[in-house]
């Protein structure tokens, strides 16, 4: 199992209140630090430095195990106000923005040369700020300093307030699961009650083009996620649960941490998406009625152009090719087929991060012109 501490840290929720629960003892530990960018310090934190062995160079709350494994991770330690913390891996990015540095080059530097040159380019930041938030006893992201720059949105605030929402706007959903690690949290929740309201055409649809078994699966859903270390903005999604992998069809509305952004903006930002969830499922309904005369060359091109995980995305393309059993189909066939790639992803343990932008980019194909992939000629990925 897992400790907190570690960077590779992940926990799943059952239930939202265990989620809540998680979310405001989180909040109740972190600190979230201002300093002056130039007076950050960085140091080597590697198996060989002189900190990896001297604990009482660290603040009181770091143990020996999280020194180890940010040696065995990213390596580096910042020493604020003559006390030394451990960095986290998602603290990176934020940490060479606030250098204003760059590239590939630099993650392959020794562990000195690269705090070296971070120093140096920290150095040279005058009059800029950095806000550090210091969770699970690393420095976990070095963001702007500036308000106008950086706006926390506190995680357990933002699902109070669409919890608010969903009891007022789609009372009878039920939580269906959560997520969280150190670079974002997710959730998402279904609306039993609102299946006929939100589906009830699209079903219909489906039922008379003999899709009856479908039609009993498909749930409506909302799926939330958010970063406190840089990673994402908070987002609200439309889904269709009750198959494999949730679906995510669009209609997303997001609250960027800057602009000196509230929670309340975030809520108000959720009327939005309510109103756009029936065009959504509008745009996924009229993939029915989009007929292709060469679907696998279609799936094909498609997936290339959503810039899908090439080994995995040709292999749902084979299995599409072996089950439909040649001649045409619809748009909405195929787009249901390309669903196998998300299983497939998430069978492979893919992380969430990496699953939450695939799925986003998934969406794209609700919106794309069917008819410009539908190709005589096969496709070359």
């Known amino acids: 199992m897992s400790e907190s501490y570690q960077d590779s840290y992940t926990i799943h929720f059952l239930s939202l209140a265990d989620m809540m629960t998680y979310h405001a003892e989180q909040a109740r530990c972190s600190q979230w630090e201002r300093a002056e960018v130039n007076s950050l310090c960085v140091e080597p934190l590697d198996e060989g430095s002189p900190l990896y062995g001297d604990l009482s160079k660290f603040a009181l709350c770091i143990s020996e195990d999280a020194v180890k494994d940010t040696a065995k991770n990213i390596g580096l330690a910042i020493r604020m106000s003559g006390t030394h913390y451990p960095v986290r891996d998602t603290a990176y990015k934020s940490l060479t923005d606030r250098a204003k540095i760059g590239g590939t080059s630099l993650p392959k530097l020794s562990r000195q040369v690269l705090a070296d040159t971070l120093n140096a380019c920290l150095a040279l930041q005058r009059n800029a700020k950095a806000l550090l938030l210091i969770r ?16 926390v949105l506190p995680i357990g605030e933002l699902m109070e307030g669409i919890k608010s929402k969903l009891d007022e706007r789609f009372p009878g ?38 899709k009856a078994a479908l039609v009993a699966k498909l749930m409506p859903g909302i799926r939330f996620s958010t970063s406190d270390t840089g990673f994402a903005s908070a987002k609200v999604s439309a889904l269709l649960l009750g198959l494999r992998y949730p679906i995510h069809i669009g209609g997303m509305v997001a609250t ?80 249901m087929a390309m669903q196998e790639i998300m299983f497939m992803l998430k069978s492979e343990n893919t992380p969430e991060s990496k699953m939450l932008l695939l799925e986003e980019s998934m969406a794209r194909a609700l919106t794309l012109n069917w008819s410009h992939y539908d190709l005589a000629k096969a496709v070359n990925w």
């Open 136 to 151: 699970d006893q690393k420095v976990s992201a070095v963001h702007s300093g500036d308000e106008k720059d950086y706006s």
């Open 173 to 210: 959903s039920v939580f269906d699961s959560g997520y969280s690690d150190h670079s974002l949290t997710s959730a998402a929740w279904s609306l039993p009650d609102q299946k006929d309201d939100l589906l009830g055409s699209y079903h219909k649809t489906l039922a008379a083009q003999g």
């Open 256 to 335: 960027e941490h800057r602009g000196q952004a509230k929670v309340g903006d975030f809520q108000n930002s959720l009327d939005m998406l309510f109103a756009q969830f029936e065009d959504s499922v509008a745009r996924l309904e009229k993939l029915t009625t989009a007929y292709l005369d060469y679907p696998v060359n279609a799936m094909t091109a498609v997936c290339k152009k959503l810039s899908m995980p090439k080994k995995t995305a040709l292999e749902a393309v084979a299995m599409f090719e072996m089950a439909y059993g040649g001649g045409k189909a619809t748009a909405h066939d195929v787009f």
